[in-house]
C-alpha cells in the first residue's frame, strides 16, 4: 500500500479562520464571545430595555382614556416610564408615582399608577354588595369570583380595575371632576397625577385640610356638583368620604371609584347613595354647611336618580 507523499520536514499548521470584521476582536479557542450588552457598555442590564429609565412606555395594546386626550397625556411609543416611589398603599391596590418622558425632548408627564395586588397579597374586603349587579358571561368564573379561588380573586382583581377605568372614562368625558384615566393594561390603571407636576407632591385629602369658610363654601358647591355628575350616570360612588376627595388649587377631585355602584341595577344602590351623602356630608356641616342643605341634597340627588323620595 503506498503512501502519499507528505513533507514530514516542517511542522504541520492548521488555516486560522479569518475574521468576519476588522473591527471584530479575536475569539481563542474555549474563549465565549461577549454578549452585545457587554460591547455597547449595557452589561448586567436588559439588552431590550430602554437606555434609561425603567421601561418603554406601555401603552401599545392597552385600552386607552376618552378622546379627545389633554395635550399633556405623552403618546408618544418612544416614551419611557420611570418609577419614583409609592404614593398611595391600600388593601387592594398601591399607587405609585410614575414619570412617562420622551429622551431627547422635553415631553414629560407625571402620572399616578395605580396597580391591583396579586391574589396572594390582595385582601377586597365587603365586596359582595358591591358586585351585584355586575355579571360575568361564564358561570365558571362566577362560581371561582364566588368562591375566591385564586382564579377568582385574580378575575375580581381585573373586574376592579377595568370597572374603575370605565367609570373615570364616562364620567371624565362627561366633566366631572376625576383624574383622567390615561390607559388600562391588565390591572394596572395609569391615572392623571393629581398634585402638583414639578414636586411630584401630591394633592391633600379633603380630610387634612383646616379651611376657611369661604372655601368650605365652594368646596360643598363642587361636591355637589359631582355627585349630580355621577347621578347623570346612574351612578353613586358607593365609598365617598373626606379621605378619597383630592383638593388641588382650590379644585374638589373624586379619586377611588373601583367599587363604584349602579344606584338602579344594584338592590342596595339606594342605600350605599345614602351612605355617601351622609358620610361626606357630615365633614362639611361640621364646618358650617346647614344640616338642611346637606337633606336636601340626598334628595335632590334621588331626583337625578329619579328614584322617589326617601328617609
Known amino acids: 500500500m503506498r503512501h502519499r507523499d507528505i513533507d514530514f520536514s516542517t511542522p504541520h499548521t492548521r488555516m486560522r479562520r479569518r475574521r468576519r470584521f476588522d473591527d471584530e476582536p479575536p475569539v481563542h479557542r474555549g474563549q465565549k464571545p461577549a454578549p452585545p450588552a457587554d460591547l455597547d457598555g449595557r452589561g448586567g442590564t436588559d439588552p431590550d430595555g430602554p437606555p434609561a429609565g425603567d421601561r ?86 362566577t362560581r371561582a369570583m364566588a368562591n375566591r379561588t385564586a382564579f377568582g380573586r385574580d378575575l375580581l382583581s381585573g373586574q376592579w380595575a377595568a370597572a374603575e377605568f370605565a367609570a373615570l372614562a364616562r364620567l371624565w368625558a362627561d366633566g366631572v371632576a376625576v383624574p383622567y384615566p390615561v390607559q388600562l393594561e391588565g390591572t394596572e390603571l395609569l391615572l392623571e397625577f393629581i398634585g402638583d ?25 363642587q361636591l355637589v356638583e359631582a355627585l349630580r355628575g355621577l347621578a347623570r350616570h346612574g351612578l353613586t360612588h358607593g365609598d365617598l368620604s373626606a379621605y378619597n376627595l383630592l383638593v388641588h388649587d382650590g379644585r374638589l377631585v373624586m379619586i377611588d371609584l373601583p367599587q363604584v355602584v349602579d344606584v338602579v341595577g344594584n338592590p342596595q344602590g339606594p342605600q350605599f347613595l345614602a351612605r355617601d351623602v351622609k358620610r361626606v356630608a357630615g365633614w362639611f356641616t361640621a364646618r358650617g354647611i346647614s344640616p338642611a342643605a346637606a337633606d336636601a341634597l340626598h334628595e335632590v340627588v334621588r331626583a337625578d336618580l329619579l328614584l322617589p323620595p326617601g328617609p
Open 56 to 141: 418603554w412606555s406601555t401603552g401599545t395594546g392597552a385600552l386607552h382614556g376618552p378622546t379627545p386626550r389633554p395635550r399633556w397625556v405623552v403618546a408618544e411609543h418612544a416614551a419611557v416610564d420611570t418609577e419614583l416611589g409609592i404614593l398611595k398603599s391600600g388593601k387592594e391596590a398601591d399607587v405609585h408615582l410614575l414619570e412617562r418622558a420622551v429622551p431627547g425632548s422635553t415631553r414629560r408627564v407625571l402620572l399616578a399608577a395605580k396597580r391591583y395586588r396579586t391574589a396572594e397579597h390582595r385582601l377586597f374586603h365587603r365586596d359582595a354588595g358591591y358586585l351585584e349587579g355586575r355579571r360575568v358571561r361564564r358561570s365558571r368564573e
Open 197 to 221: 407636576q414639578d414636586t411630584g407632591e401630591a394633592a391633600p385629602r379633603l380630610a387634612q385640610l383646616r379651611p376657611e369658610p369661604d372655601l368650605v363654601a365652594r368646596l360643598w358647591h
